[in-house]
């Protein structure tokens, strides 16, 4: 499965951006699809995820304000970012854990989208 994010950019504080993730390969493998994110100098860490039959979890730090979508027909997972802040700048990667055996899975990583948001 190959993932490829889009939709980064600058954005005010208090603004929205929207990320989008097409994947493409052996999707039907897809367990679960989401977002990472990794600031400048701090470990990556968990945005959002959902799962194939539509259940989703949040960080706690996005709960509210960050809303992730699946378009199975497409093969695409959006993230709505809403009410954006400074502390939200980073690499955003879309994630896919894929199930390639009966006990077996790995994961996947796009090559990431950067979002800046101002103050």
């Known amino acids: 499965v190959q993932l490829v994010e889009s939709g980064g950019g600058l954005v005010q504080a208090g603004g929205s951006l929207r990320l989008s993730c097409v994947a493409s390969?052996?999707?039907?493998?897809?367990?679960?699809i989401g977002w990472y994110r990794q600031a400048p100098g701090k470990q990556r860490e968990f945005v959002a995820t959902?799962?194939?039959?539509?259940?989703?979890n949040y960080a706690d730090s996005v709960k509210g304000r960050f809303t992730i979508s699946r378009d199975n027909g497409k093969n695409t997972v959006h993230l709505q970012m809403n009410s954006l802040k400074p502390e939200d700048t980073a690499v955003y990667y879309c994630?896919?854990?894929?199930?390639?055996?009966?006990?077996?899975?790995?994961?996947?990583w796009g090559q990431g989208t950067l979002v800046t948001v101002s103050s």
């Open positions: 390969g052996s999707t039907y493998q897809i367990k679960t």
């Open positions: 994630n896919a854990l894929l199930q390639v055996s009966i006990e077996g899975t790995v994961e996947e």
């Open positions: 959902i799962a194939s039959a539509g259940s989703t």
